[in-house]
């Protein structure tokens, strides 16, 4: 319990760039805590059309900053403002920030009963007032905060990968095999997963198979189709069958991620001619050859834009 309880570390770091939201400058440090004034609130300002507000105060020896949410008269009665923050002082020496928040990252709920959060112990007015720290520097001194609403924008990407998806078997027959009339071939177009898929065969083989070995790939169908950097995941495998001795079926398994760019893989040397044509062997029956592809596992992925 006292793990959980604790109060959260706090980060110090420097930085070349200023704060993005808000820079808060003070001109005769000195005149402004004469005056008296425990704490002194900024100018309201934007973020992500909320308005926000920077309030310094200096309490038991140490500066102090709080971010406070403006016009929450406007907002429904049930409203919530969920907000990473960082708070800056400006070391006017070394032209550098100090950036100041909370190690862990803690998102602050703003809400109707607290409509501000802050460090009370940003830095100690000691060290503040050292001039050789560079922060108070001719009297002078700025202070800045970045805030960044964390806000649902309702967008969602989801990918799930399927194992065994119905219907996952493409089954390509080309019948008269002994006079092919073209050099590729491709099955009809069939829905696996949420993809499209096709069968591309080679009777004579392509490339380096050419006139050596049946060559078989599969193709992803609409590719082009797919968003930027979009890919599909296929784990495959190709099947000719033996009809006389299903020992000597032959198989090819490999898998793949599939895009724009890379439409189609498969095998160049699947089952070389000699043992396709090899009349002891059922691999073409009746001058019909017949290959198989089963997609073992698919990935499929939904936007919800």
């Not at 907002?75 to 960082?86: I, S």
């Amino acid at each position: 319990m006292e793990e959980f309880l604790r109060k959260p570390e706090i980060r110090r770091i420097t930085r070349d760039v200023p704060p993005a939201h808000y820079i808060f400058s003070i001109e005769s440090f000195s005149l402004l805590v004469d005056t008296g004034v425990e704490k002194y609130e900024s100018h309201a300002f934007d973020v992500q059309n909320y308005k926000c507000g920077n309030k310094k105060s200096n309490g038991e020896g140490f500066i102090s900053l709080y971010l406070q949410i403006e016009d929450t008269q406007y907002f429904p009665r049930t409203w919530e403002v969920n907000v990473n923050f960082r708070f800056f002082i400006l070391d006017q020496i070394r032209d550098k920030y100090l950036t100041i928040e909370e190690s862990d990252g803690v998102i602050k709920r703003y809400y109707q009963m607290k409509t501000e959060w802050g460090i009370a112990q940003l830095l100690s007015l000691d060290h503040f007032n050292e001039t050789s720290n560079g922060y108070l520097v001719d009297d002078c001194c700025s202070f800045g905060v970045e805030v960044f609403v964390i806000k649902q924008t309702g967008k969602l990407e989801r990918l799930s990968m399927m194992k065994q998806p119905p219907n996952n078997t493409i089954t390509f027959q080309l019948q008269n095999y002994s006079v092919p009339f073209y050099e590729r071939y491709t099955s009809d177009v069939q829905t696996i997963g949420d993809s499209k898929w096709e069968l591309i065969v080679y009777p004579r083989g392509i490339g380096t198979a050419k006139n050596i070995a049946l060559s078989v790939f599969l193709g992803l169908v609409e590719a082009q189709k797919l968003p930027p950097k979009g890919k599909v995941y296929a784990k495959y495998k190709f099947r000719v069958r033996d009809s006389f001795n299903s020992i000597n079926t032959r198989e090819f398994t490999d898998s793949a991620w599939f895009t724009a760019s890379a439409i189609g893989f498969g095998s160049r040397h699947f089952i070389s001619l000699r043992d396709l044509h090899d009349r002891s062997k059922g691999y073409i029956v009746n001058d019909t050859l017949i290959v198989e592809a089963d997609i073992i596992i698919v990935s499929n992925v939904k936007l919800f834009l």
